[in-house]
């Protein structure tokens, strides 16, 4: 048995399939994945996101820590409130985790890692906030409910306090708000609007079932999945770990070169290897036909060489299977993916495939 | 819990066959499978006339999640595939036993059906799997 969110029972009884997630026994799905996808893109959809892991810094110098520590720069979060996404780098450029960081006031941020990769990063960040005397505070006492969807933040306002209701309506894209008893943030991996409501775990089944009251359809980590892809965002562990930089995950966007005099952690690798430009590169993959594209399947690229699939799935908005894939740099417009014994020709887009609910590639 | 039907056989690689009043045998996933795959979204059946062995992956079954090979329970000539599921895989997710199912094959010899497994063999057979 693995470790259960306080929402695992209302999962079971609400027929789930479960499996085992990071250590975690999540729901991956409640009866059809593709309608639950479909719920979200269309109307409203909620994931017990539980098995992440909120950590609270506080200190006099969380900044400077924080600057120090993620290869995004939190600097650029004047605004209380404001959510950055980053990765959290070793010194050799790969990459521990990717992350999502409040910044709540000069002396308090909050930071949401991925449950699999928990423990080294607490440890990671225990060990390197020790230097600047901040104090990294799991917040084990917490439940996490992604909601999702057009309709998601409508059908959430309905059921919570109407004064933070109001407050929570008003939250611009990527903030956050503390409203007491609950955090609320416009942020989500589903490529549609929504929120991403924390609030104590004891609350979480009472919050979960005014939601499904709502019209929210309880939705697992398949449907999950395929919106991540769909919305063009990696997941940690299939589209980067710590044998691969940013840079060859899609993920150069996210790093703040400047100020040069920065020196967060990994800027060296990450300089050198940006420098001597012999990087593969993270893209989207479109396939032509009827196959479906999987982790770890060989992308053979003409005249160029060869690369792997990261992620692959089927897109139900799509209608047709997408992926990424770790490919040469040179890599142009066009590679064929070995799908069991046959070569399978697929297209190179750039992600996202889908965003709010219309496709956003040409097919 | 999934469905077993009483009237058929089954692989412990959880193919269903039928032996049908022509002597031809129905082939399809178990509700057990299609559960386990989750929903459907490519089925790649064999051309009619086409010869296969018993044992030998005659069809594939693709959901969301993973692909599948889908073995003849016996050998002999396809005489049918299953055309709708062309454009609705998610029949076998619906009715697995029925409008559901994959193939028809015309057997070469009868005994290889009675020597699949009845469905309370099966039904034992998925209980040690998920113990």
Redo the contacts between chains.
């Keep these: 048995m693995g470790l259960r969110t306080p929402l695992f029972d209302t999962h079971v009884a609400a027929g789930a ?1 479960t499996v085992d997630f990071g250590g975690w026994d999540m729901p ?2 409640y009866g ?3 309608e639950e996808h479909h719920a979200v893109r269309r109307d409203a959809g909620m994931f017990d996101v539980s098995h992440m892991c909120v950590v609270d810094l506080r200190g006099d110098r969380v900044r400077e820590f924080l600057r120090r520590l993620l290869a995004n720069d939190v600097a650029k979060l004047t605004q209380p409130g404001k959510a950055l996404y980053s990765c959290m780098l070793r010194d050799h450029g790969g990459v521990i985790d990717d992350l999502i960081v409040y910044y709540m006031d000069d002396h308090w941020y909050r930071m949401v890692v991925n449950a699999g990769t928990r423990d080294k990063d607490l440890e990671w960040l225990r060990e390197v906030a020790a230097g600047y005397g901040v104090a990294v505070e799991p917040r084990t006492d917490l439940a996490m409910i992604a909601v999702q969807g057009p309709d998601a933040r409508q059908k959430a306002a309905s059921v919570i306090d109407p004064a933070i209701a109001r407050r929570a309506l008003e939250i611009e894209p990527f903030f956050g708000i503390d409203a007491g008893s609950l955090f609320i943030a416009r942020t989500g991996y589903t490529g549609e609007d929504g929120f991403e409501i924390m609030l104590h775990a004891d609350q979480a089944v009472a919050m979960w079932q005014k939601l499904r009251e709502a019209g929210v359809a309880p939705c697992g980590l ?1 449907a999950r999945d ?1 919106l991540r892809l769909e919305a063009g965002m990696n997941l940690y562990g299939n589209d980067m770990d710590e044998t691969t930089s940013p840079l060859e995950s899609g993920l150069g966007w996210t790093i703040a070169w400047e100020p040069q005099d920065r020196d967060f952690i990994g800027r060296g690798a990450l300089a050198a290897q940006k420098a001597s430009g012999d990087t593969r590169k993270l893209v989207g993959l479109l396939v032509e036909g ?3 594209l ?1 982790s770890h399947q060989k992308v053979m690229v003409p005249a160029v060489g060869e690369g792997e699939i990261t992620s692959g ?2 897109s ?1 908005t799509l209608q047709r299977s997408i992926g990424f894939a770790r490919v040469p740099a040179k890599t142009g417009d066009r590679c064929e993916v070995e799908i ?1 014994g046959r070569l399978v020709a697929a297209r190179v887009v750039r992600p996202p495939f889908v965003r709010n609910g219309k496709v956003a590639i040409a097919l | 819990m999934s469905n077993v039907p009483a009237d058929l056989r089954f692989l412990k690689s959880h193919e269903w066959a039928r032996l049908e009043a022509d002597g031809t045998i129905t082939v399809g996933i178990s509700d057990h499978a299609q ?1 386990a795959l ?2 459907l ?2 089925v ?1 059946a064999p051309e009619p006339g086409r010869h296969v062995n018993a044992g030998e992956a005659a069809a ?1 079954v ?6 599948s090979d889908v073995f003849s329970p016996v050998s002999g000539e396809v005489v049918a595939s299953n055309a709708d599921l062309g454009g609705q895989p ?1 029949l076998i ?1 619906q009715d697995p036993y029925g409008a559901g199912w994959i193939m028809r094959v015309r057997p070469d010899d009868k005994a290889q059906f009675a020597s699949m497994l009845d469905a309370k063999a099966y039904a034992a057979a998925l209980a040690a799997e998920t113990h």
């Excluded at chain 2, 693709?62 to 692909?67: D, G, L, P, Q, R």
Aim: proline share 3%; aromatic share 6%.
């Design positions: 399939r991956v799905n059809s994945q593709i398949g395929t009827r196959a479906v999987r799935t089927f139900p069991r | 559960q989750g929903d979204v490519f790649e594939v693709e959901s969301v999640k993973a692909a998610e997710n």
